[in-house]
């Protein structure tokens, strides 16, 4: 298929397959044209299901990170308490709420969270050990919350 974009003359057209590269907001538009239309002959199949696996991925580390700076924050929370901060409790309820939403429209990542959880705690206390100066093994070797209370909106560790 050829397309052209509301600037483009006749010998500009270009082919869908190449687009991909060249302008990805223009083949994302015309892609989505395409499926409303129902025409899925002319899609661009291979780097369409790239990019549904992509997304798929992209969600999958949008929790993962945001659950290890929510463990790093309690963490820190947890073992220096001299320290809290109300910027601290901010950005516990910050990642919490993005996990929330996560979840919310992915419920099947509830499974992919469970997964991750003990790799995620390994990674952020490797990460509050560099932020706070603490050497690593102050922190306990498996999470002190679960995750349940990880994701406790109300919960804050004493």
Excluded at 26 to 32: A, D, N, R
Excluded at 34 to 58: A, C, P, Y
Excluded at 76 to 87: A, D, G
Aim: a negative charge.
């Amino acid at each position: 298929m050829t397309i052209k974009s509301s600037t483009d003359t006749p010998q500009n057209a270009i082919d869908l397959a190449t687009l991909y590269d060249r302008d990805f907001y223009l083949w994302i538009e015309t892609t989505s044209k395409l499926l409303r239309d129902g025409k899925f002959h002319e899609l661009d199949i291979d780097n369409l299901v790239e990019e549904i696996d992509s997304m798929g991925r992209s969600e999958k580390h949008a929790l993962a990170s945001n659950l290890r700076i929510l463990l790093m924050y309690l963490l820190k929370y947890k073992y220096q308490p001299q320290k809290q901060t109300n910027s601290w409790k901010f950005t516990i309820r910050e990642h919490r709420d993005r996990i929330e939403i996560l979840l919310e429209d992915s419920p099947s990542l509830k499974r992919y969270i469970e997964e991750v959880f003990e790799k995620c705690y390994q990674k952020a206390r490797k990460l509050a050990a560099d932020e706070t100066g603490m050497n690593i093994d102050c922190f306990p070797k498996t999470s002190p919350f679960s995750l349940e209370e990880t994701l406790d909106s109300d919960y804050l560790p004493a």
